[in-house]
């Protein structure tokens, strides 16, 4: 039954990340998007676009980190490596934080309008302090 369970998690972990990746490699605007924007009038500005696209890859790189979580969590269950285990959440925090810095970053060099990148950088730092601190 454990590896029933373990298989069930894991497809559901493997249909998470591949939702993910349709948010943070696909078009922005997705076919469907545009598809809405043109039936409404609305004209995709650049501005637009860059903030539908930061929208866009920090949406998936949450779904991509829930994913990933998951399948960590249940591999954790079969192993439990002590690294793994300790890198999980520096992991996980970079899946998500990343985007969170690069994307917003982005719509603020191209728009001049100040964005919130820069909470996301102290907490990367934050997340990697607490792995360093928890391998010494």
Do not use: N
Not at 32 to 48: A, C, V
Not at 51 to 65: F, H, N, Q
């Amino acid at each position: 039954m454990m590896i029933l369970s373990l298989s069930l998690y894991g497809l559901a972990a493997l249909g998470t990340i591949g939702i993910a990746a349709l948010y943070v490699f696909g078009p922005v605007p997705m076919p469907y998007h545009r598809e809405i924007l043109e039936r409404d009038g609305t004209t995709l500005t650049p501005g637009l676009e860059a903030v539908l696209t930061a929208l866009c890859r920090i949406l998936g790189a949450g779904l991509m980190a829930s994913g990933i979580s998951a399948l960590l969590f249940a591999l954790a269950i079969q192993a439990s490596d002590p690294l793994l285990i300790k890198m999980r959440p520096l992991l996980i925090g970079l899946i998500v934080g990343l985007p969170c810095v690069i994307y917003p970053r982005r719509v603020e060099t191209l728009t001049g309008v100040r964005t919130p990148w820069r909470p996301a950088v102290a907490l990367i730092a934050v997340m990697l302090a607490g792995f360093v601190a928890s391998v010494l």
